[in-house]
């Protein structure tokens, strides 16, 4: 059973769209940062390597390209845990 109270797509259409712009802000800053690591493949992202919620640092330092579905994988295991 996922630790996420709702499925990933409902995650997406529902929640996130309410973040969205906070998020596309934070990544076009980033991404001026390290355009380097563009363009993200299909199944990548920019997260946190230390999550926010387990105190990682809200900074670029504490961001990388990653596979989404490793992200997930173990931001949740690391959210189940500390619950």
Same mark, same amino acid.
């Given at each position: 059973?996922? /630790?996420? /109270? !709702?499925? %990933?797509?409902?995650? =997406?259409?529902?929640? %996130?769209?309410? !973040?969205?712009?906070?998020?596309?802000? =934070?990544?076009?800053?980033? *991404?001026?940062?390290? /355009?380097? =690591? +563009? /363009?993200? *493949?299909?199944?990548?992202?920019?997260?946190?390597?230390?999550? !926010? %919620? *387990?105190?990682? *640092?809200?900074? %670029?330092?504490n961001m990388s390209k990653q596979n989404m579905q490793v992200l997930w994988g173990t931001h949740? #295991? !690391? +959210?189940? #845990? +500390?619950?």
């Amino acid at each position: 059973m996922s /630790p996420f /109270p !709702i499925a %990933f797509s409902r995650f =997406h259409d529902e929640v %996130f769209v309410d !973040i969205k712009d906070l998020g596309e802000r =934070h990544f076009g800053e980033w *991404a001026a940062e390290y /355009p380097g =690591h +563009l /363009p993200l *493949a299909f199944d990548e992202c920019v997260g946190n390597r230390i999550p !926010i %919620f *387990a105190d990682g *640092a809200d900074s %670029f330092e504490n961001m990388s390209k990653q596979n989404m579905q490793v992200l997930w994988g173990t931001h949740s #295991q !690391i +959210l189940a #845990q +500390l619950r």
